[in-house]
Each structure stands twice: as structure tokens, then as C-alpha cells.
């Protein structure tokens, strides 16, 4: 699992964006974080975990269609 270490007064859902480039797997990152789950801002040094994450895209069976 690769890690980062955050800067002073950074947040988990940026750090999120950031790496991911979409809040998609935040509740995994949240998962594998518990030690940072009672701050709204984290500290300088503060590691955070990234767990793998792959992408899903729906087919085009599974949307709903209006006609």
C-alpha cells in the first residue's frame, strides 16, 4: 500500500483528489486511515494510506434508459 506524508493543515479528501483524481475511493482511503478520522486537518508529518484503487466504469446495460 503506498503512503503519503501531509503537509500542515491538509485534508484527507484533497489529499484524496490529488492522488486519485476523484473522490471515488474515499471511504477505502477513510477505511484504511482510522488513525486520522478525528481531524478536520491534518499535521505536518501525519502519513495517510492509499490503498489500490481501480477505476469502475458502468456499461451501458447497467444506466437506466428514457427511451
Known amino acids: ?7 500542515q493543515n491538509d ?3 484533497t489529499i ?3 492522488y486519485y483524481g476523484t473522490l471515488e475511493p474515499l471511504n477505502e482511503v477513510m ?3 482510522a488513525h486520522l478520522m478525528s481531524k ?3 499535521d505536518a508529518g501525519d502519513k495517510v494510506y492509499l ?4 477505476a469502475t ?3 451501458e446495460s447497467d444506466g437506466i434508459s428514457l427511451w
Request: no cysteine.
Open 1 to 7: 500500500m503506498k503512503h503519503v506524508i501531509a503537509t
Open 11 to 13: 485534508r484527507l479528501d
Open 16 to 18: 484524496v483528489y490529488t
Open 31 to 33: 477505511l484504511a486511515n
Open 40 to 42: 478536520a486537518l491534518l
Open 51 to 54: 490503498p489500490e484503487y481501480t
Open 57 to 59: 466504469v458502468a456499461s
